[in-house]
């Protein structure tokens, strides 16, 4: 396994076009994590505390339109 300066050094070199693609990657990979960690979330309760904020807001009347 590499280390984080190679692999540093290794990307600071790379030609612009491959460091975009790169780039493009390293977002898409981030944005799939994120959406399976919140899927996961959403499927075992961790973040029912949210629409129990929302209905107390809405029952108190001070839910915001976005």
């Known amino acids: 396994m590499k280390t984080f300066e190679e692999v540093k050094s290794q990307i600071e070199a790379l030609?612009?076009?491959?460091?975009?693609?790169?780039?493009?990657?390293?977002?898409?990979?981030?944005?799939?994590?994120w959406d399976k960690e919140i899927e996961i979330d959403a499927a075992?309760?961790?973040l029912d505390f949210l629409m129990?904020?929302?209905?107390?807001?809405?029952?108190?009347?001070?839910?915001?339109?976005?």
């Not at 493009?24 to 981030?30: M, N, P, S």
């Open 15 to 33: 030609p612009h076009r491959e460091y975009m693609k790169l780039v493009h990657w390293l977002a898409e990979h981030d944005a799939d994590s």
């Open 52 to 66: 129990e904020e929302a209905l107390d807001e809405k029952r108190k009347g001070t839910l915001r339109q976005i």
């Open 44 to 46: 075992n309760g961790s």
